[in-house]
Antibody, heavy 120, light 106 residues
Framework: EVQLVESGGGLVQPGGSLRLSCTAS????????MIWVRQAPTKGLEWVSY????????YYADSVKGRFTISRDSVNNSLFLQMNSLRVEDTAVYFC?????????????WGQGTTVTVSS | SYELTQPHSVSVSPGQTARITCSGD??????TSWYQQKPGQSPVLILY???RRPSGIPERFSGSNSGNTATLTISGTQAMDEGDYYC?????????FGTGTTVTAL
């Protein structure tokens, strides 16, 4: 079964750091581009970051550029999001997402999400 | 920055057709995807490349694109179709989601 399971969320003070993890099963990360999407409480979806299937290309939303870093471990089939200099406005559920094979084939597999709360 | 605008809410009687629009300059000559999200659940991909349905998505969901507007159509809306719907597109290293539309089956 194709599945994504996130972990690493929690409560952190403004200015602090967290590292989110996402373990993939049922498929290999090196064959798919991967994405992080977040959703603040009662708000809509916001794209956060992208890493290509090759691992060589990464993109970031302007709101997190310079503070967040996406990476992956192909051996352990895991995706990561290192979040530094966290702000109150980073509070959200963070989803690990697979981009479907093919050109702009949509985000076809979503994890259950992990909650990040930034508060003093 | 890019924006995709959707109506805040759409109400439809069961069995009738619901249409959700998504507008933005980024959509010109770009593929659009659509997602359904029910309360407390993760989003689900229901359309990609404007009008292609992933396996398991009912035929009553269809899509179209014209100029800078994409439209999701739910034909014969069922009570189970209630939820939030988001459009999404990509352009020049940026993924953009629409503002979201809540569909209510009255």
């Amino acid at each position: 079964e194709v599945q994504l399971v996130e972990s690493g969320g929690g409560l952190v003070q403004p200015g602090g750091s967290l590292r989110l993890s996402c373990t993939a099963s049922g498929f290999s990360l090196v064959r798919y581009s991967m994405i992080w999407v977040r959703q603040a409480p009662t708000k809509g979806l916001e794209w956060v970051s992208y890493i290509s299937y090759s691992g060589y290309t990464t993109y970031y939303a302007d709101s997190v550029k310079g503070r967040f870093t996406i990476s992956r471990d192909s051996v352990n089939n895991s995706l990561f999001l290192q979040m530094n200099s966290l702000r109150v406005e980073d509070t959200a559920v963070y989803f690990c997402v697979r981009e479907g094979a093919g050109w702009r084939a949509g985000m076809d597999v979503w994890g259950q999400g992990t909650t990040v709360t930034v508060s003093s | 920055s890019y924006e995709l605008t959707q109506p805040h809410s759409v109400s439809v009687s069961p069995g009738q057709t619901a249409r959700i629009t998504c507008s933005g300059d980024i959509l010109e000559n770009k593929y659009t995807s659509w997602y359904q999200q029910k309360p407390g659940q993760s989003p689900v991909l229901i359309l990609y490349q404007n009008n292609r349905r992933p396996s398991g998505i009912p035929e009553r969901f269809s899509g179209s694109n014209s100029g800078n507007t994409a439209t999701l159509t739910i034909s014969g809306t069922q009570a189970m179709d209630e939820g939030d719907y988001y459009c999404q597109a990509w352009d020049t290293s940026t993924y953009v989601f629409g503002t979201g539309t809540t569909v209510t089956a009255l």
